[in-house]
């Protein structure tokens, strides 16, 4: 994925593979576990993801993550 670290775009991987499988989002919680990284490295880098406008949540709510779809490169095409 453009613009991501690699550890950013796995991650992002795992949150689109994950909503689509269950139905809602992973916590913080799940994404550090499943990373084998600390729950503030799994926030961190969730947040750098969401700098870039890819992810989005509502804060202190969980299970909110969504993934922001970009806009189409060739809308003009539409």
Same mark, same amino acid.
Not at 14 to 24: D, L, Q
Not at 45 to 52: F, L, P, V
């Given at each position: 994925m453009k613009g991501l670290t690699a550890r950013q775009a796995e991650i992002m991987k795992?949150? $689109?593979?994950?909503?689509?499988?269950?139905? !809602?989002s992973?916590?913080? =919680?799940?994404?550090?576990?499943?990373?084998? $990284?600390?729950?503030h490295t799994a926030q961190e !880098?969730?947040?750098?993801? =969401?700098?870039?406008g890819l992810i989005a949540w509502e804060a202190s709510k969980a299970r909110t993550i969504k993934v922001v779809l970009p806009p189409l490169q060739n809308s003009h095409l539409v």
């Open positions: 795992y949150i $689109i593979t994950y909503r689509e499988t269950s139905g !809602i992973p916590s913080f =919680r799940e994404i550090a576990e499943r990373f084998e $990284i600390s729950l !880098i969730t947040g750098c993801i =969401r700098k870039k």
